[in-house]
């Protein structure tokens, strides 16, 4: 069975959260609040959780969602609720044929908060259940820096189809990110990618501003002669992955150039369209379990560009063990052809 209208709504439904995240971007965070104010986070996340869950119920009505929030705190808060909702109540995409497949607009501020708590499924290893991260890399959220909407679905703990909205990183996969901080200006022209994958079909991007599946283009990981000269990715944030362990995996396969950081699922899109090569998350607790929404869609991206990902021993990516990866470890992607040789090195590394 092929998952291409899954796709389709999972992209279109990516879409229009990220405008209301850009939107609630410029409105509350930029110059306006402190960034350790957490209050344009709330927003956002609600807001596109409810945003992409009312696409998936419009289009597919029995599928589960595991989803990041839930509306408890909401319920209590009427003032936080009526903001999330004068900012959703509007949003909607520009092509009218469009923004009809995903049901049109919100019907109320309380069917927001109800469509937010279909987000409960426990996960598992059957059936079709939707992962969403309706804001990953928050903080990189709140810097104006990268931050992405992702949505995968599973079918039997299966990655079929993910797709991913990065608001800013550059339209021109050959742009460079600032090394240190990974930031771009989402007020420039040329910012704004979505990036999607279907099991065995493929990765593709397209303009985030454009619409349909016509303007995409096929994305791959890009060949690396000598592992010395790969480029590698890791978190902005020290307390999500163990930079030093990162560098000292970095070093022991010959790799000279600093890091690239960015927060959020983003990493897993540079990596699949050739900007930049290994993607390291070495743990930092050992007790720490990956959220199933902070990687499903990037880890099919990924494979699907000629990538290959797994935890710090080699294992793939066990998607069906409920809401977190409870049986990996940190993440390790790098182009198929590397990974045996990244996977040694984090084993010596981390005297695995
Ligand atoms: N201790 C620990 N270890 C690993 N991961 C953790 C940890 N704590 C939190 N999280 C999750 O990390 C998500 C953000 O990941 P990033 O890749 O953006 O990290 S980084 O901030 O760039 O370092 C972040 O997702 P968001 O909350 O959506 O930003 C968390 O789900
Ligand atoms: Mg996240």
């Not at 469509?115 to 810097?143: C, E, H, Q, V, Y």
């Not at 790969?230 to 992955?241: I, Y």
């Amino acid at each position: 069975m092929s998952y291409q209208q899954e796709r389709y709504i999972a992209e279109l439904a990516v879409q229009r959260a990220c405008l209301l995240t850009q939107k609630v971007f410029f409105e509350k965070a930029k110059g306006t609040v402190s960034k350790d104010d957490k209050s344009p986070v709330t927003i956002g996340d609600f807001g596109a959780q409810a945003l992409i869950i009312s696409a998936i119920r419009k289009n597919f009505p029995n599928d589960e969602i595991v989803a990041e929030e839930e509306a408890s705190s909401l319920r209590e808060d009427k003032d936080l609720s009526a903001e999330i909702w004068r900012l959703v109540k509007d949003i909607k995409l520009d092509d009218a044929e469009s923004d009809n497949l995903l049901g049109g607009p919100l019907a109320s501020e309380q069917s927001m908060l109800d469509i937010i708590d279909n987000g409960n499924s426990a996960g598992g290893p059957k059936g079709r259940i939707w992962a969403l991260d309706p804001i990953d890399g928050t903080k990189g959220f709140l810097r104006g820096g990268q931050y992405a909407v992702c949505l995968g679905l599973m079918v039997d703990g299966d990655v079929k189809v993910g797709a991913i909205g990065t608001p800013n990183l550059p339209v021109d996969d050959a742009a460079t990110i600032d090394a240190s901080t990974g930031a771009q200006q989402s007020e420039t022209a040329g910012n704004g990618v979505l990036f999607s994958a279907v099991q065995g079909e493929g990765a593709t991007s397209r303009p985030l501003a454009s619409g349909g599946l016509t303007t995409s283009k096929s994305i791959s990981m890009r060949p690396v002669a000598k592992i010395s000269d790969a480029v590698f990715c890791e978190g902005v944030e020290a307390a999500h992955s163990a930079q030093g362990d990162n560098a000292a995996v970095a070093e022991r396969l010959g790799i000279t150039a600093p890091s690239v950081r960015l927060d959020s699922q983003a990493k897993y899109c540079s990596i699949a369209r050739g900007a930049g090569d290994i993607y390291l998350r070495l743990p930092v607790k050992k007790d720490y379990q990956e959220k199933i929404w902070d990687h499903a869609a990037g880890d099919l991206i990924v494979r699907e560009a000629g990538g290959q990902v797994t935890d710090i021993y080699g294992n793939r990516l066990d998607f069906s063990k409920g809401r977190t990866l409870a049986t990996n470890k940190g993440v390790v992607a790098s182009p198929k052809a590397l990974q045996d040789q990244v996977i040694d090195a984090v084993k010596v590394v981390l005297k695995l």
